[in-house]
């Protein structure tokens, strides 16, 4: 019975995987198309590897700050983040697509948060001033704005001094930053390493200096 078990759950995690694999070669054909298209999967499944615990440990959040998340999706991380910064923080939202960011902020709304606002625009071109923001954080989106370079260079210019930039990718996206790509991007942009946790699947802290 051990052995069949195992079977069953070997099988059904291949099917799991070739899912994910077509859902992947899918959006590499038609996610120009798109954008944002397939939130209503990411948003719906465990993130193990860029979990909100996770996110939020690597954010160092205080009550008192002024975030920025760029692609919040449906606000699988925008609620959390928003609880944590209450009573006297606020969390902004930035997408492409209106939808999306109407249902994030009556998402928290739901949860009875009322420190979330919203901001259609591109985050290539973030409609911001200089040093703005406490902290910045974006997941699975980078790649998908069309010029990472631009958009890292756009996050450093928003964060204040001594701010955190967070970004997360997952393997199972195909327009993934990989690792070292991202640390050249932020180096560039005059931001210092921080820690990364996770290899495929990450998350990475990087810091502008004082």
């Known amino acids: 019975m051990a052995r069949r078990a195992r ?3 070997a099988v059904a995690g291949g099917v799991a995987i070739a899912g994910l694999a077509g859902i992947g070669l899918w959006w590499r054909r038609h996610g120009e198309d798109h954008p944002y298209g ?3 999967i990411s948003d719906n499944v465990p993130r193990p590897g860029i979990s909100r615990g996770r996110l939020v440990g690597l ?3 205080q009550p008192e700050e002024t ?3 760029v692609g919040p999706g449906y606000g699988y991380y925008s609620v959390t983040v928003a609880r944590m910064l209450q009573p006297s923080g606020t969390l902004e939202l930035l997408d492409v697509r ?3 960011l109407d249902q994030s902020v009556a998402r928290a709304a739901g949860q009875g948060l009322t420190n979330v606002s919203a901001t259609l625009g591109d ?4 409609p911001y001033p200089d040093e703005h923001f406490d902290a910045a954080f974006l997941v699975a989106t980078l790649g ?4 990472d370079g631009k958009a890292i260079a756009e996050l450093a210019r928003v964060l204040r001094p001594g701010g955190r930039l967070v970004v997360g990718e997952t393997v199972f996206d195909p327009h993934r930053v990989r690792p070292w790509r991202l640390s050249e991007l932020a180096v560039d942009a005059g931001l ?3 820690p990364t946790v996770g290899r495929k699947s990450y998350v990475a802290r990087y810091e502008k200096p004082r």
């Open 144 to 147: 998908e704005i069309g010029d």
């Open 59 to 61: 954010l160092a959040l």
């Open 38 to 40: 397939p939130r209503w």
């Open 7 to 9: 079977v069953s759950l």
């Open 123 to 126: 985050g290539r071109r973030l």
């Open 192 to 194: 210092r390493p921080g």
């Open 98 to 100: 209106r939808t999306l």
């Open 67 to 69: 975030v920025l998340e």
